[in-house]
């Protein structure tokens, strides 16, 4: 029993760890004046602060923009994975290679590569989606790739034998096969579209703040609790969108 | 040259992948209708002739016909050749029944219902409809997977080493009825196989394989008994060898 004791006792230590910030992020949005060690008052009043136009804005922002890059993101996730899953051609490797390298390349470096590239779309919608799509892109490719290359070349070689086309083989066997994969990428996708900070502060502009700027903005001039509301939002978004996606696996799961 | 009663013919057939020369000018007929088995060890380019007639890869030079027809640049979707694989490739999210339809739907047949009845009744799998793949034994998976190219009646069927994963008893039976299967559906069928004796008991005539060439074609009985060529001779004495392995082992254990 003593063995066992000093196991649980480091993992419990190490879950309170992980999940104390979070709390702590909550409690932030319902303490009006945190003055002492143990806060002795509880409120609403940042939640009633974040109902202003502007931030409202803001979360209606970062569905925009986190909506539509995770739709670009899913579509190029998908293609791209078909594409190195079952063609070749010269320079395939290369070419995947240099699709995956934003991954480990900082976000600032590529904001700022972004915005030197794509002078015309400075300060535009289109330049905070283009941002999501380079640095999240990679990863989602990265997990439908994985979960694509694994579905045997027999069952797809059968399915043309029988007649399918390439259109049809793709929507009846290779998309309910890599739904696992595409599953995940959605998920990562949303979840960090939604919560892109370091990329989304190079790129902004005063027409598309998003949720994450907000709470940057609020934390530098010390007003915690409004960004303690905000980021209670997030993480229940978040939550949401993961229970969503794994609820829709689940239900298409018969094999 | 043009016969009609050739079911499948390849003209000067060669394939590399990169610098790996697979198949040189490979020139076989197979008879309409006919049981043929392409024999031959592991990495003679026996399962990339069986990929060039299925359509799934391109030759680098040389033709195919079905019957009279050159099929070289037709699309596998359009060829209309049907294939069972050694691991079945049973679609793993559909149930048997949308297994066996889905030739049928893409190809928006009639009567779908009736024919899907009639091919489980012929390979005695009614009752397993709603099963998923991993809810079937091998045999009823190779039952199935067989249903399911049959069904769309193929103008050949190819089948690639369909019997390795299943146990030798199970093999034994499956080996009659896709003979019998295929004497009564009358489609011309290629069978690849490495081993010596399933080619000799199945097949109607046998190519051997080596190297990427065909080495020698004939009937099974003539190919035993009065083989052409040496390597014939060796592949297929090996059978020879086992034959009297068994009688030998069973002799010491007689006397144990």
Redesign the interface.
């Known amino acids: 029993m003593r063995k066992r004791a000093l196991p649980i006792f480091v993992v419990l230590f190490l879950s309170l760890l992980i999940l104390l910030p979070l709390s702590i992020t909550f409690l932030l949005s319902v303490v009006p004046a945190w003055s002492q060690a143990i806060p002795n008052e509880f409120g609403l009043i940042w939640w009633k602060e974040i109902l202003r136009p502007a931030y409202i804005k803001a979360i209606f922002n970062t569905f925009i923009v986190a909506g539509l890059s995770s739709i670009f993101i899913i579509i190029y996730g998908i293609m791209g994975s078909y594409l190195f899953s079952y063609y070749d051609f010269i320079g395939k490797d290369l070419l995947f290679s240099m699709i995956l390298s934003p991954t480990y390349v900082s976000c600032t470096v590529v904001s700022l590569g972004l915005i030197v590239a794509y002078v015309p779309l400075r300060n535009t919608l289109w330049m905070m989606i283009l941002g999501n799509f380079v640095v999240v892109s990679p990863l989602v490719m990265k997990y439908v790739y994985s979960s694509m290359a694994q579905i045997?070349k027999?069952?797809i070689?059968?399915?043309?034998?029988?007649?399918?086309?390439?259109l049809?083989t793709f929507m009846?066997?290779i998309l309910?096969?890599s739904r696992h994969g595409i599953l995940a990428g959605i998920i990562l996708s949303i979840g960090m579209c939604i919560s892109a900070l370091s990329i989304m502060l190079m790129l902004y502009n005063a027409n598309w703040i998003t949720i994450p700027i907000c709470i940057y903005l609020e934390n530098t001039t010390g007003t915690l609790g409004i960004a303690g509301a905000f980021s209670t939002i997030l993480i229940i978004i978040t939550l949401i969108t993961v229970y969503l996606v794994d609820y829709m696996g689940e239900k298409h799961a018969?094999? | 040259m043009q016969d009609s009663k050739v079911g499948v013919r390849t003209e000067n057939l060669s394939k590399s992948f990169g610098s790996n020369k697979i198949l040189t000018n490979l020139n076989f007929k197979i008879r309409d209708g006919e049981f043929m088995t392409l024999l031959g060890p592991s990495g003679c380019g026996k399962t990339t002739t069986l990929r060039l007639i299925l359509g799934s890869i391109s030759p680098d030079e040389g033709k195919i016909y079905f019957g009279n027809e050159d099929v070289t640049d037709i699309p596998c979707h359009r060829r209309n050749a049907g294939i069972v694989y050694q691991n079945y490739a049973l679609f793993p999210h559909m149930t048997v029944h949308r297994n066996i339809a889905f030739g049928l739907e893409v190809r928006n047949e009639e009567d779908i219902e009736m024919k899907i009845r009639n091919i489980m009744e012929k390979l005695n799998i009614l009752g397993l409809e709603g099963r998923y793949p991993s809810q079937l034994s091998g045999g009823q998976q190779q039952r199935v997977a067989l249903a399911r190219t049959l069904i769309v009646e193929p103008k050949v069927l190819l089948l690639d080493e369909p019997l390795s994963n299943v146990d030798a008893k199970l093999r034994y039976e499956l080996r009659s009825e896709i003979k019998k299967l295929q004497k009564s559906t009358g489609v011309t069928t290629l069978y690849v196989t490495h081993d010596q004796e399933e080619a000799l008991i199945i097949s109607d005539r046998i190519a051997i394989m080596e190297s990427g060439e065909i080495i020698e074609v004939g009937s099974p009985g003539d190919l035993y008994f009065n083989p052409q060529k040496e390597y014939t001779r060796d592949f297929l004495g090996i059978v020879e060898k086992r034959l009297e392995n068994l009688e030998n082992f069973r002799k010491n254990a007689s006397r144990i």
């Open positions: 045997s027999d069952l070689e059968t399915s043309y034998s029988l007649g399918s086309s390439k049809n009846k066997i309910p096969l018969r094999f």
